[in-house]
Nanobody
Framework: QVQLVESGGGLVQAGGSLRLSCAASGSIFSINSMGWYRQAPGKQRELVAVITSGGTTNYLDSVKGRFTVSRDSAKNTVYLQMNSLKPEDTAVYYC??????????????WGQGTQVTVSS
């Protein structure tokens, strides 16, 4: 089984910064990608940023230039550095891990979510 533990959410004023962390543990054979999604009240969950095992990154257009996703492969940890935060960034942020097991099957795991609130 795989567990994801998120940390780093909180309340910040507009223009401020936060750094989210997500540490994966358990039986992990191969990581395909790690990323962050968010879900605001009344809205669908959306991809914010993802980083593949090869280091390729992809971002939601509205966060490009403000957010940076990175990873520490040795620690199976992914980070999301969020700068110049805006009230519209307020949401619950979820970490997602995609792995491949020894048989070649892919699985996705989700973190419990961490609240990010940006005040105007």
């Amino acid at each position: 089984q795989v567990q994801l533990v998120e940390s780093g959410g909180g309340l910040v004023q507009a223009g401020g910064s936060l750094r989210l962390s997500c540490a994966a543990s358990g039986s992990i054979f191969s990581i395909n990608s790690m990323g962050w999604y968010r879900q605001a009240p009344g809205k669908q969950r959306e991809l914010v940023a993802v980083i593949t095992s090869g280091g390729t990154t992809n971002y939601l257009d509205s966060v490009k230039g403000r957010f940076t996703v990175s990873r520490d492969s040795a620690k199976n940890t992914v980070y999301l550095q969020m700068n110049s935060l805006k009230p519209e960034d307020t949401a619950v942020y979820y970490c997602k891990l995609v792995v491949t097991d020894r048989r070649g099957f892919q699985y996705a795991y989700w973190g419990q979510g961490t609240q990010v609130t940006v005040s105007s």
